[in-house]
């Protein structure tokens, strides 16, 4: 199928999910199209503290079992440990599964060695975030300045409280979305001011462009579908209204700042507010400071994608 043959992989399954899996199933599964024949599992509950486990086995692939966060977690310990030679195979059973390092869905993998699902190793990049040059976190998907985050509640998706979670891992659905900006507020691109002022920003995002498959219509988003073509990996954008977890069409027109930028510049937000947290691929990750650092990371980390038929 494409694949070289895996000797050992490590299995990591998001704990809030695991009830809900069928292990068996993803190890026979996985197990016959890779050509595994040892499985790296850990006990440990805090998934960052398996994954470093797992890792010390040096296994040959990492089977991520969640959402983005999941596969945010395995493939950033992937780039700090430089384990560049392992391989992370993500199937999607979480909240989030949208980003490139979802190799596969939960529901594919029932029939997946019947099939004519064919995958290939990618070299998948990443956004770098940092404060005052010290690295706080990679992003695959897209990073958000807020004080909630996107989950689910009793199976039901919901934005959460960022705080709470962070101080308690508690779930608990925000109640207030604050504003993420002060009126210091800038955008610089390579030590050039660009965007100044916060009087209408609402909304933060940092994302990948990765080829334009992402925006579909070059009427509707031609700045973005032009930046790709001219070699532009990233794109800052700025929103006057909360578009995340919005379930209904705004009644009125969203206004948008867009900031296509490439793995040479070196991108800064500052002005942002207190009670601001930085959510990295859906994680809340810390506090955020007043000032932060973005750049694009190439080939961060090595991921089984499907085919392109």
Not at 28 to 50: H, M, R, V, Y
Not at 118 to 129: F, G, K
Not at 235 to 244: A, E, F, I, P
């Amino acid at each position: 199928m494409g694949c070289r043959e895996m000797k050992k992989a490590g299995l990591v399954i998001n704990p809030h999910i695991e009830k809900h899996i069928d292990t068996g199933l993803v190890v026979d599964s996985i197990g016959t199209l890779l050509g595994i024949n040892e499985w790296l599992t850990s006990e440990e509950k805090d998934i960052q503290k398996a994954i470093a486990r797992i890792l010390r086995e040096k296994p040959d692939v990492i089977i991520g079992v969640g959402g983005d966060g999941t596969m945010n977690f395995i493939a950033s310990s992937l780039i700090k440990n430089e384990a560049k030679n392992i391989t992370l195979l993500g199937v999607g059973a979480g909240t989030g599964n949208v980003g490139p390092l979802i190799s596969l869905r939960y529901e594919e993998i029932h029939n997946i060695v019947s099939t004519s699902i064919d995958l290939e190793i990618a070299e998948i990049d990443a956004i770098e975030v940092r404060h005052a040059s010290n690295t706080l976190g990679y992003a695959f998907v897209d990073v958000m300045i807020a004080n909630y985050f996107p989950g689910s509640i009793d199976g039901k998706f919901t934005l959460l409280d960022a705080r709470k979670f962070l101080e308690s891992e508690a779930i608990e659905p925000v109640r207030m979305k604050l504003k993420p900006v002060t009126e210091k507020f800038h955008v610089e691109k390579n030590e050039k001011k660009l965007f100044e002022g916060g009087k209408e920003i609402e909304q933060i995002a940092v994302a990948l462009l990765y080829d334009g498959k992402c925006y579909v219509g070059k009427v509707a988003c031609g700045i973005l579908c032009a930046a790709v073509k001219n070699g532009m990996e990233g794109v800052v954008v700025l929103s006057d209204q909360k578009t995340m977890g919005i379930s209904i069409v705004p009644e009125k027109f969203v206004k948008l700042w867009h900031l296509p930028f490439s793995r040479n510049d070196l991108v800064m937000i500052g002005g942002i507010a207190e009670g601001m947290y930085l959510i990295i691929d859906g994680n809340p990750i810390m506090h955020a400071p007043e000032n932060l650092e973005f750049l694009i990371v190439k080939n961060a980390v090595r991921c089984y994608r499907k085919k392109e038929v």
